[in-house]
């Protein structure tokens, strides 16, 4: 079957330390895959997504940058958290969906993060 | 850009009560429309995709209608249960992914009222 995974559930980390988080997806080959984050009463803000195994872009400035080392998993990275890096982080995977030629979006179950 | 507006932001409504959440978006060539539901701290469960050929998709007691010339989406929540307490969120597919991916409203606030 096809699955997402995000972890950690919730990550708090002072300011100034790194940061990784991961997804993964299985049941599938060559997805396209996003970050998005999403802070608190405001909807979600797309942070970087990927087509391919090393092909990368960023939607928006900021301190975090993001890896996909393999087919099926995407880091989330930093290399100096700063406070306002706080929010919860949404990994999503376009799949084609209910056996129509259409697409839609699965997301994980998303990373609290809380920067002190 | 693609801009998808949610009305209201947030409401109540008694237990049973039939639940009517509106969605707006400013570009009319859209791929798709997708709800989502999010529970606190929780991800995004999708809810019900319809393509921009359809009119409406149905699943159990929900029901999303599609007007894709007048820009709006209409999720119905029928017999609304203290479950379905959860913020609903409306996203818009352009043609094509990458970085023209789904734009989001910022979710309509659901509380049912025992």
């Known amino acids: 079957s096809q699955t997402i995974h995000q972890w950690p559930a919730t990550l708090v980390q002072p300011v100034g330390s790194p940061l990784s988080l991961e997804c993964t997806v299985e049941?599938?080959?060559?997805?396209?895959l996003y970050w998005d984050r999403q802070a608190a009463g405001r909807g979600l803000q797309l942070l970087f997504y990927s087509v391919g195994i090393g092909q990368i872009s960023s939607e928006v400035p900021q301190n975090l940058s993001a890896s996909r080392p393999q087919d099926r998993q995407f880091i989330l990275s930093s290399k100096k958290l700063l406070l306002s890096d706080s929010g919860f982080y949404l990994c999503a995977w376009e799949k084609e969906w209910l056996d129509s030629d259409n697409y839609g979006y699965t997301f994980g179950s998303g990373t609290r993060l809380t920067v002190v | 850009k693609q801009e998808v507006t949610q009305i209201p932001a947030a409401l109540s409504v008694p237990e049973g009560e039939n639940l009517v959440l509106n969605c707006s978006f400013t570009d009319s060539a859209i791929y798709n429309l997708q709800w989502f539901r999010q529970d606190p701290g929780k991800g995004l469960t999708s809810l019900l995709l319809?393509?921009?050929?359809?009119r409406e998709q149905t699943s159990g007691r929900l029901n999303a209608s599609l007007d894709k010339s007048s820009g709006r989406s209409t999720l119905y929540i029928a017999a609304s249960q203290p479950g379905d307490s959860a913020t609903y969120l409306c996203a818009v597919s352009p043609p094509g992914g990458g970085n023209n991916r789904l734009a989001f409203g910022k979710g309509n606030q659901v509380v049912v009222i025992p």
């Open positions: 319809i393509q921009s050929s359809q």
């Open positions: 049941g599938t080959s060559n997805p396209n």
